[in-house]
Nanobody, 117 residues
Framework: QVQLVESGGGLVQPGGSLRLSCVAS????????MGWYRQAPGKQRELVAG???????NYADSVKGRFTISRDNAKNTVYLQMNSLKFEDTAVYYC???????????WGQGTQVTVSS
């Protein structure tokens, strides 16, 4: 059984920072990809940032220069450092991993990030 547990969300003022964490556990042979998605009210879920097993990262244009994704392979953990937060960043953030030879997908439960003055 594979489980993803997210933490780090909350309420923050514009310009503030948050750090999200996602820990994967269970029957995982290998994690090929780890990423963060978000879904705001009335909008489709979008990829925020992703990182490969070798550390190559990609970001949505809306967060480039403000967010940083990283991973700790030994701990099966992925992080999302969010700086200079804006109102538009308000959303539920979901962690996703792709594991195994055929890259099966697993999702976290989501964590709420609210940016408000």
């Amino acid at each position: 059984q594979v489980q993803l547990v997210e933490s780090g969300g909350g309420l923050v003022q514009p310009g503030g920072s948050l750090r999200l964490s996602c820990v994967a556990s269970g029957s995982i042979f290998n994690i090929n990809f780890m990423g963060w998605y978000r879904q705001a009210p009335g909008k489709q879920r979008e990829l925020v940032a992703g990182i490969t097993s070798t550390g190559r990262a990609n970001y949505a244009d809306s967060v480039k220069g403000r967010f940083t994704i990283s991973r700790d392979n030994a701990k099966n953990t992925v992080y999302l450092q969010m700086n200079s937060l804006k109102f538009e960043d308000t959303a539920v953030y979901y962690c996703k991993i792709e594991s195994g030879y055929y890259s099966y997908e697993f999702w976290g439960q989501g964590t709420q990030v609210t940016v408000s003055s």
